[in-house]
């Protein structure tokens, strides 16, 4: 199943047209700005200032029940091309209130809700574990449904993707789809827990060849669990998380406490650990392939919007990975990054 | 060193509590003459306690609430399923107090005399359908669409009560306040808008809508269709000086208060 070009076809409609004729139009741009300096044992081995990402977005409104997402994804650094880089993160459209109360079906180019990739806010600059360990795409080409469950209980959502991610370009196709299912659910307020599946029997094809021309099967269950207590102005995320292709098994980790001091103090600045183990293949004792990674920081919000949310702020992370494998040195890596972004409406 | 870090940690989670005798109310700018008057006279028997009320809009309101930057918000209308998922997330717990109840009024300039309006009318104005006053009996002149941001809790009521799922005509005036609504139609000769009871002055005219003049008896008795509660949001059960304040707006004094600002008591 490919349905990448009628997505764009989509992306193309919405983009040009619909903010013209829409309710309203939300227009944003958020830009990283970053320095980040890289050391492996005593050997420094990166140390720059870039634009690590940045977004513009389009968000239309045509009417209470159908709105749209465009965005593109800017970046520049010493790794990539002269210039800046873009890539199309989102471009879908969601249609909210049909059948189902409190729910809305989207087509395009959308989020995978999947444990917590959908709603990872980089309270970290590192990605969420499952973006970082390539488990998921944050986002990807397909449709789905996703809704509330009653009352703040939780939410819910299934999806049907391409399976490949926004960043796939060219290469072998995959036939078949992919499959995503989520559920959070909150019992009672300051508890979270939640479950995602994702599923795909992919069957390559060389694009070269005729189209029956199968170049293998794999059969890929990732699987997470989340969970989340939250308590005045402290809160902690963790994560399990397992992905196995055809037998081999990777499994990984993640605990994230924060505190954030602007709820109980007039110092608008949160505190932030996180540890995250990864063992890219749990049969395997032979090859010492598994890291875990440290994380310590602290984010200090400058200014916010009428509804809270940090419009202009400062994170500094200091990262230290270590591997299993003795020949390899732990690597540090310190990030300081400065966050803004600016949002119009236009209607 | 065991006990010194547990001591750190209950000083920073006590921290807020510390300061208990400050409630902060934020939100709705709808309900907000309730909360400023009701806080006043608070303060004045209760010296000790200081509030502060703020505006910002239901949406506002409900936010600082899901992030614990207020005690109380003040909403014109419920809380939508998600605010609720994101807050109980976030360890709140929003536990919905209806304080008065509110009719929309719809406002013309005192120099239009157009005396009442249907829902259809009413609908067919604000999406566009109906541009002049001659298609609905008065003179020839055109119809000025006064309309509340898209934050405002009035505006979504209004949009699910009268609107229906259109949206409103893309020239009509986005206003911030009640307050700014009632000015511009006040010095707007075709201006049309609408505003909670609480903000009807004599610069402006109420029409009927549905052959039903807003009043306290007509939202009372059910016949006047655009009406609301307004509502007040604590995290969980109001305790101690914030169950208080709010006792106190649910008393016959407090309940004065709301009927003195121009809303309509729950007793």
């Known amino acids: 199943m490919k349905i990448r070009s009628f997505c764009l076809m989509v992306l193309f409609f919405i983009a040009v047209f619909f903010p013209l004729s829409s309710m309203e139009t939300k227009i944003s741009m958020e830009l990283w700005n970053r320095y980040t300096t890289e050391l492996n044992g005593s050997t420094v081995e990166e140390s720059e200032f870039a634009l690590k990402r940045g977004y513009l977005r389009l968000e239309p409104q045509f009417t209470d029940n159908i709105k749209g997402r465009f965005n593109i994804d800017l970046f520049s650094d010493d790794d990539g091309l002269d210039g800046a880089g873009l890539k199309l993160k989102y471009a879908y459209i969601d249609f909210s209130k049909i059948i189902i109360p409190e729910a809305k079906f989207t087509f395009g180019l959308m989020k995978n809700y999947f444990a917590t990739i959908y709603d990872w806010d980089y309270t970290t600059i590192q990605k969420a574990l499952e973006d970082k360990e390539k488990v998921i795409a944050s986002t990807d080409y397909g449709m789905g449904i996703y809704g509330y469950i009653p009352n703040g209980f939780g939410e819910y959502s299934l999806q049907i993707i391409n399976g490949e991610g926004y960043k796939k370009t060219g290469g072998d196709i995959d036939i078949n789809p992919a499959f995503i299912g989520n559920l959070r659910i909150i019992p009672f307020a300051g508890f979270t827990i939640g479950g995602s599946a994702y599923y795909t029997k992919s069957g390559l094809l060389n694009k070269d060849e005729l189209l029956d021309t199968t170049l293998n099967d794999t059969t890929t269950l990732s699987y997470a669990i989340v969970t989340k207590v939250a308590f005045g102005p402290f809160y902690i995320w963790g994560e399990y998380l397992s992905k196995n292709i055809d037998g081999d098994n990777a499994m990984g980790y993640m605990i994230m406490p924060v505190l954030q001091l602007g709820r109980i103090m007039p110092i608008d600045i949160d505190i932030i650990a996180r540890y995250d183990s990864w063992d890219k293949n749990t049969e395997s004792t032979s090859i010492d392939d598994s890291h875990q990674r440290i994380t310590a920081g602290f984010n200090v919000n400058i200014l916010r919007d009428a509804k809270n949310k940090p419009l202009l702020f400062l994170q500094t992370n200091w990262e230290r990975t270590m591997y299993e494998d003795a020949a390899k040195d732990p690597k540090d890596i310190v990030m300081i990054q400065l966050r803004w972004k600016v949002s119009h409406k236009i209607k | 060193m065991k006990k010194t870090l547990i001591m750190l940690l209950a000083l920073i989670l006590g921290a807020g509590f510390i300061f208990s005798n400050d409630i902060s109310i934020t939100g709705s ?239």
Do not use: C, H
């Open chain 2, 29 to 267: 700018t709808t309900v907000f003459p309730i909360a400023q008057m009701t806080a006043e006279m608070y303060m004045e028997i209760n010296p000790d306690i200081n509030i502060s009320v703020r505006g910002g809009g239901s949406g506002v309101g409900i936010a600082a609430l899901m992030n614990g930057q207020t005690n109380i918000a003040n909403a014109s209308r419920p809380i939508k399923t998600k605010e609720l998922k994101i807050a109980r997330e976030n360890g709140v717990d929003p536990f919905e107090i209806i304080i008065a109840m509110d009719g929309i009024a719809i406002i013309i300039n005192p120099s239009n005399k157009i005396p009442n309006l249907t829902f259809e009318q009413l609908k067919n104005i604000y999406n566009g359908k109906i541009i002049n006053w001659k298609e609905l009996g008065g003179k020839s002149a055109p119809i000025v669409v006064i309309s509340r941001d898209y934050s405002s809790g009035t505006f979504e009521v209004f949009k699910t009560l009268v609107l229906e799922g259109d949206k409103v005509r893309d020239d009509a005036l986005l206003l911030a306040s009640n307050k700014a609504v009632v000015t511009t139609v006040a010095n707007t000769p075709g201006a049309i808008g609408y505003i909670g009871f609480g903000f009807l002055s004599d610069k402006v005219k109420a029409v009927s809508v549905g052959n039903v003049m807003p009043s306290e008896e007509t939202v009372n008795n059910g016949t006047y269709k655009l009406a609301r509660a307004l509502y007040m949001y604590t995290n969980g059960k109001p305790k101690g000086e914030i169950k208080d304040y709010l006792d106190y707006v649910l008393s016959e004094q407090g309940q004065q208060i709301v009927e003195k600002v121009g809303y309509i008591s729950l007793q």
